[in-house]
């Protein structure tokens, strides 16, 4: 997260600006992903030891890990939050926008497992910031970080939903995820999906409701009526390899038009590259005599986890049967906001990734640059045609 400062980007035509502003401190991008760990924790159960230097690196991610989600009071999670601010300029945007770099596992409301959530942290937040009161906007999934969007009134929410608005007329994917997939994946693409809601009968017992159901895509396209008579929603997506690593894991970027009902996991699952730490989806992609098989529905089941090959596990300092620790390596790094400023004046804000994500791919070994990311950001769009898929 950028500690005590703010980023900023516009976006000018096809070209982008961006603009780092200091408000709480000094900026350091060198500092700002570099470890700040230097103890290690003693694990159990380790099944091989790893080369010296290695095991140390395995045994830090680890307490990375169990250090998630683990505040000592509120105060604490509201000067999180105060450090994770990315974009508040009230002197040149007068719209009340107050974007937040949400740490992984926060809540936007009490959960029964954490004792803490966003929404209780508003106005310890707001009082930093010398505001009168803060409402979140737009809020990245509680088991992801990156981008989340704050007003500090309602005119700031109908500016936003104006502002996306935008998006379709243009065909603009204005959100950018980063993954840590399974897998090295060689994909740059953009395409449409048609993403639907099926039963899974042979679920006996659901975590919720009756009848177990789970999303599937489909790219022989409807059209849009049948779409909408099926209750089938249409996702465009641009998909962008970043990094690979030796290790068989890389970072990859996403930009999808619309991302309910899990629509990032299961495409990765689709595509043969699961996401890190994906306990749901991860069983749709499987190996076999070193082929990639993808496996329908009829494989789930109520309660799953993601395997992970013996080598990712000594890398992480895991034993088998410990893939749950690892967090879902997913983070909101991106938000293009069409026109805010006035026409022609989009606003473009970043996010970097947390420690715990860039420090992952340390230990992977894969080669990840952030700051060269933002700067060779390109706002992707999706075609103004699309074929005509068969009719069903």
């Not at 894991?249 to 996401?275: K, M, Q, R």
């Not at 909101?332 to 026109?339: A, E, G, K, Q, S």
Request: glycine share 6%.
């Amino acid at each position: 997260m950028i500690a005590r400062g703010h980023m900023r980007g516009l976006l000018h035509s096809s070209k982008l600006s961006i603009t780092f502003n200091i408000g709480r401190g000094e900026l350091n991008m060198d500092r700002l992903f570099s470890s700040t760990h230097n103890c290690c924790v003693n694990l159990k159960n380790v099944e091989r030891e790893l080369p010296r230097g290695k095991e140390d690196k395995a045994r830090l991610m680890v307490k990375d890990y169990q250090k998630l989600c683990a505040w000592k009071d509120t105060s604490e999670v509201v000067d999180t939050l105060y450090k994770s601010v990315v974009y508040h300029e009230p002197e040149k945007d007068r719209s009340g926008l107050v974007v937040i770099n949400k740490p992984y596992g926060l809540a936007l409301n009490p959960a029964k497992d954490n004792p803490y959530c966003l929404a209780s942290c508003l106005t310890g937040l707001a009082d930093k910031l010398e505001v009168e009161k803060l409402e979140v906007v737009k809020c990245v999934e509680r088991f992801s970080s990156g981008i989340t969007v704050l007003g500090t009134s309602k005119d700031t929410a109908a500016a936003y939903k104006k502002s996306m608005g935008r998006l379709v007329t243009t065909r603009t994917l204005a959100t950018s995820y980063l993954a840590i997939v399974k897998g090295q994946p060689n994909i740059n693409t953009m395409e449409s999906v048609d993403m639907m809601l099926v039963d899974c009968p042979d679920v006996k017992k659901p975590l919720f409701g009756s009848v177990h159901k789970e999303p599937v895509l489909s790219r022989n396209l409807l059209t849009h009526n049948k779409a909408a008579r099926s209750n089938v929603k249409r996702v465009h997506v641009a998909m962008n390899t970043l990094a690979k690593s030796p290790l068989v894991t890389g970072v990859v970027e996403l930009s999808p038009s619309n991302t309910g009902n899990h629509f990032i996991p299961v495409y990765l699952a689709d595509v043969g590259h699961p996401l890190l730490g994906d306990q749901m989806y991860d069983y749709r992609a499987r190996t076999m005599m070193g082929q990639r098989v993808k496996l329908s529905t009829a494989h789930t089941n109520a309660r799953r986890t993601q395997l992970l090959p013996t080598h990712l596990l000594e890398v992480l300092g895991l034993a088998k049967g410990e893939e749950w620790l690892v967090p879902k390596m997913l983070h909101l790094h991106r938000l293009v906001l069409p026109d805010w400023l006035g026409k022609g004046k989009s606003v473009t804000v970043f996010a970097p990734p947390p420690d715990h994500w860039v420090q992952t791919c340390k230990v992977m070994g894969i080669d990840f640059d952030y700051k060269v990311v933002a700067e060779e950001d390109k706002v992707k769009q999706w075609e103004a045609r699309e074929r005509k898929g068969k009719a069903d």
